[in-house]
């Protein structure tokens, strides 16, 4: 069965994660058990935040974080790396292919809009704020482009979902780090199909980790400490 021939899936709710995390966690080591905890606590916050999609994103961005960030004494020390190697990775043991349905079939027109904005790619915002050697952004987004072409052309999910991520990125850190004006109507777009995407993907991340307890996904930056 390829993946096109699976049924559409539909959206994990909180509820659904929280009991299946209860009937299983006794067999989790401890490092996912804290990982899948923290996430699925922000995953039922971002639940209940139905009006505000800038709360939303930012709830759903600390989830993520909490399920993915990597190991600081590791050798991987950028986020796309970090990003890149746990898409490959979710990619890998997602056998009902919800990931690559979600990104293929749920959402390629947001994920298009996302990936051709340039208020959330970097090096246009690099160039406004005058950082040397950024005079070429706007080429470096028709590159990225044809990146992203090729891409959907071999449907290669974690690399669109890696390229997707990484204007997220960009899209956490006006918010975080006050670059945005809260409910503006500057940036709606981007941060209402931004949130859409996590609030969909972020649980079926978390549910593929819980379903592979035995991988090592890696040790939490702040673990428990008495």
Do not use: C
Request: net charge neutral; charged share 25%.
């Amino acid at each position: 069965m390829s993946p096109s021939d699976l049924p559409a899936s539909t959206s994990l709710s909180f509820d659904g994660l929280k009991a299946k995390q209860r009937a299983i966690r006794a067999g989790f080591p401890e490092a996912l058990a804290l990982r899948v905890h923290r996430a699925l606590s922000w995953i039922g916050r971002a639940e209940q935040e139905t009006e505000d999609v800038d709360v939303q994103f930012i709830l759903l961005w600390i989830g993520f974080n909490a399920a993915y960030a990597g190991d600081p004494t590791k050798e991987i020390n950028n986020e796309r790396d970090t990003f890149k190697v746990y898409f490959e990775t979710l990619v890998v043991l997602d056998r009902a292919y919800r990931i690559y349905n979600a990104v293929w079939m749920r959402f390629p027109h947001e994920i298009r809009l996302l990936l051709a904005n340039k208020y959330i790619f970097a090096p246009f915002w690099n160039h406004q704020i005058g950082l040397e050697g950024y005079d070429d952004w706007a080429e470096r987004l028709h590159a990225s482009g044809r990146f992203v072409a090729a891409a959907m052309v071999q449907r290669d999910t974690p690399k669109i979902l890696s390229a997707v991520f990484d204007r997220l990125y960009v899209l956490r850190n006006q918010l975080i780090h006050g670059g945005a004006t809260w409910n503006s109507g500057t940036n709606r777009e981007q941060v209402r199909d931004g949130a859409a995407v996590m609030n969909w993907m972020l649980p079926i991340f978390v549910d593929v980790m819980m379903d592979n307890p035995r991988h090592d996904w890696g040790r939490p930056f702040y673990p428990v400490v008495e």
